[in-house]
């Protein structure tokens, strides 16, 4: 049975800075390309960055390009997504998930097991 268990949400300060862990079990994670999501309040789910299963390749939604990072660590079984000059808009649950595809997709509905999120919160 896969499962995936984000953590390293909290409370943080506008302009600081979170690594955000996704453990995977019940499944060789190298076989699967990974996605990011995001959900805040009373919007849909969106998605945020996906790395592809060889590590080649990645994607990041244009407005968060730049401040997040993306990356997987085979041996750990776990992806990260690093965020930096984090802003009260990004605060949401954060959901990362899991797609057979060899490559980066940015539809949801490709992928097929999800976390259960880690809130992030970002206020003074």
């Known amino acids: 049975q896969v499962q995936l268990v984000e953590s390293g949400g909290g409370l943080v300060q506008p302009g600081g800075s979170l690594t955000l862990s996704c453990v995977a079990s019940?499944?060789?994670?190298?076989?699967?390309?990974i996605g990011w999501f995001r959900q805040a309040p009373g919007q849909e789910r969106e998605i945020i960055s996906c790395?592809?299963?060889?590590?080649?390749?990645?994607y990041y939604t244009p407005s968060m390009e730049g401040r997040f990072t993306i990356s997987r660590d085979s041996a750990k079984q776990t992806a990260y997504l690093q965020m930096n000059r984090l802003t009260p808009e990004d605060t949401a649950v954060y959901y990362c998930?899991?797609?057979?595809?060899?490559?980066?997709?940015?539809?949801?509905?490709?992928?097929?097991?999800w976390g259960q999120g880690t809130q992030v919160t970002v206020s003074p």
């Open positions: 998930a899991t797609t057979p595809f060899s490559g980066c997709t940015t539809r949801q509905y490709d992928y097929h097991d």
């Open positions: 790395i592809s299963m060889s590590q080649d390749f990645t």
């Open positions: 019940g499944v060789t994670l190298d076989h699967f390309a």
